[in-house]
């Protein structure tokens, strides 16, 4: 019961990289920072408890083993994502896999699917791409990863999600007008976009979606710029 309306305060990085502090864990969320060119900070600048990640992907592992072996932060990722990083000198690392929930000291982590690819930065095999719900406290954040539209998102958003971060920068994922039915489908408070202002090809005008997101749900669209916090 106690501090179960703790701050949870929710930084994002640029592209999908989200900082989360929460009862005084940090968190990150593919961490991607050196070679992003929206990244809010650098590497060096961070000292993370716990790094997640969605995808193999480089735009989304990016920097995890230099952070992970700097600060020893925890890595959760899926078990063939896990053993890369094992190979890369990381050790404190926990394999899950799509469904899969596991308690951790910091909070509930479940693993979702996602319908991508997640080939490592050097082109080994990562296993399946995923989403993260995380339960921190009686918070529940949703990170979609890189998705397509898929309609059992319907199922996540019955965990009853807060805060659902979703790309909307089209071509590697889904674009606004999917990231609006998924909204439909989810049905959080939050909507929170990314994957969209990094590159020319997946540029997208997030104020145009979040006037779709008040037009077509009952979510509040959080357009955050890199650094910008959102608090909960
Ligand atoms: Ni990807
Ligand atoms: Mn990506």
Same mark, same amino acid.
């Given at each position: ?43 060096? +600048?961070?000292?993370? $408890? *716990?790094?997640? !990640?969605?995808? =193999?992907?480089?735009?989304?592992? %990016?920097?995890?083993? #230099? ?90 958003? +019955?965990?009853?999600? $807060? *805060?659902?971060? !979703?790309?909307? =920068?089209?071509?590697?994922?889904? %674009?606004?007008?999917? #990231? ?53």
């Amino acid at each position: 019961m106690a501090n179960q309306t703790a701050t949870l305060e929710m930084t994002f990085l640029g592209h999908s990289a989200f900082q989360i502090r929460h009862r005084g864990q940090t968190l990150l969320i593919d961490p991607f920072l050196t070679g992003n060119p929206v990244a809010a900070v650098r590497e060096e +600048e961070l000292n993370p $408890d *716990v790094i997640l !990640l969605t995808h =193999g992907h480089a735009d989304h592992v %990016g920097d995890t083993v #230099a952070l992970a072996k700097r600060t020893g932060a925890l890595v959760v990722a899926n078990f063939e994502i896990v053993n890369w990083l094992s190979e890369q000198g990381v050790k404190n690392a926990h394999p899950m896999h799509l469904g899969g929930q596991h308690a951790f000291e910091f909070g509930v982590v479940k693993l979702t699917i996602a319908h991508h690819g997640s080939s490592l930065p050097d082109g080994s095999y990562g296993g399946n791409p995923a989403g993260i719900v995380l339960t921190l406290g009686d918070h529940k954040v949703y990170h979609a990863g890189d998705t397509a539209l898929f309609s059992d998102m319907a199922l996540i958003g +019955e965990m009853g999600i $807060d *805060v659902a971060i !979703l790309p909307i =920068g089209d071509n590697f994922t889904m %674009g606004p007008d999917d #990231a609006v039915r998924a909204v439909q489908f989810l049905q959080p408070k939050y909507v929170i976009p990314c994957h969209y202002q990094t590159w020319d090809l997946i540029h997208q005008d997030a104020n145009a979606f979040a006037e779709t997101v008040r037009e077509q749900t009952e979510a509040e669209p959080v357009v955050l710029e890199p650094g910008e916090n959102f608090v909960l």
